[in-house]
């Protein structure tokens, strides 16, 4: 018996092989190819990263207290989704010979007092900001009123740098996910 090789094409791209070894070993190689190629052009997916930080918090008179520091010293931070910008306190961040006007209530919402901008580092839980610019205000009549002392008041100028901010009342945190 004589054995002729068995020609066949590859419809294609029109490469003739002299039998069917030659063919598994091209698509295998082929496929080889294909595979270091996709792995090397395609870059892994990867799923996105949340971060979550949870801070305990307290209420007095119905007001979210954060326990916090404030340049390294103990603080305690008012949870403010209605102020634009955080506000601390002059003596809490360290300025004390600052002469600002005490912070005051307008009416039903609202406050004015004089204000300063200062670069101050808060912390809250595993959460940072270093050289965070605030307003520096007296605070000591809104702790009067508040009928606890606050250092300072977390606004949604911090807030707004998390996708969602979820305050868990049963559990006593204040949940920011980034």
Same mark, same amino acid.
């Given at each position: 018996? !004589?054995?002729r090789?068995?020609i066949? &094409?590859c419809?294609k791209?029109?490469?003739?092989?002299?039998?069917?070894?030659d063919?598994?070993?091209?698509?295998?190689?082929?496929? #080889? /190819?294909? #595979?270091l190629?996709?792995?090397?052009?395609c870059?892994?997916?990867?799923a996105q990263?949340?971060?979550?930080?949870?801070?305990?918090?307290h209420?007095?008179?119905?007001l979210?207290?954060?326990?916090?520091?404030?340049n390294?010293? &103990? &603080?305690?931070?008012l #949870?403010?989704?209605g102020?634009?910008?955080?506000?601390?306190?002059?003596?809490? &961040?360290?300025?004390?010979?600052?002469k /600002?006007?005490?912070?005051?209530?307008?009416?039903t919402?609202?406050s004015e007092?004089?204000?300063?901008?200062?670069?101050?580092?808060i912390s809250?839980?595993?959460?940072?900001?270093?050289?965070?610019?605030?307003?520096i205000m007296?605070?000591?009549?809104?702790?009067?009123?508040a009928?606890?002392?606050?250092?300072?008041f977390?606004?949604?100028?911090?807030?707004?740098?998390?996708?969602?901010v979820? !305050?868990?009342?049963k559990?006593?945190?204040?949940?920011?996910?980034?």
């Amino acid at each position: 018996m !004589i054995f002729r090789p068995r020609i066949v &094409a590859c419809p294609k791209c029109g490469t003739r092989f002299e039998s069917d070894t030659d063919v598994f070993i091209f698509l295998g190689l082929g496929l #080889l /190819l294909g #595979l270091l190629l996709a792995s090397l052009l395609c870059q892994p997916a990867r799923a996105q990263e949340r971060t979550a930080y949870t801070v305990p918090f307290h209420t007095v008179r119905g007001l979210i207290l954060l326990d916090g520091q404030l340049n390294g010293h &103990a &603080a305690v931070f008012l #949870l403010d989704t209605g102020a634009n910008n955080s506000v601390m306190d002059y003596r809490a &961040a360290g300025f004390p010979s600052l002469k /600002l006007d005490a912070l005051r209530s307008t009416g039903t919402a609202g406050s004015e007092g004089s204000c300063t901008v200062r670069e101050v580092k808060i912390s809250l839980e595993h959460k940072s900001w270093l050289n965070r610019r605030v307003c520096i205000m007296d605070l000591s009549d809104a702790s009067r009123r508040a009928g606890s002392q606050i250092d300072g008041f977390i606004g949604v100028d911090v807030l707004r740098e998390f996708s969602a901010v979820r !305050i868990d009342y049963k559990t006593q945190t204040v949940t920011l996910e980034k």
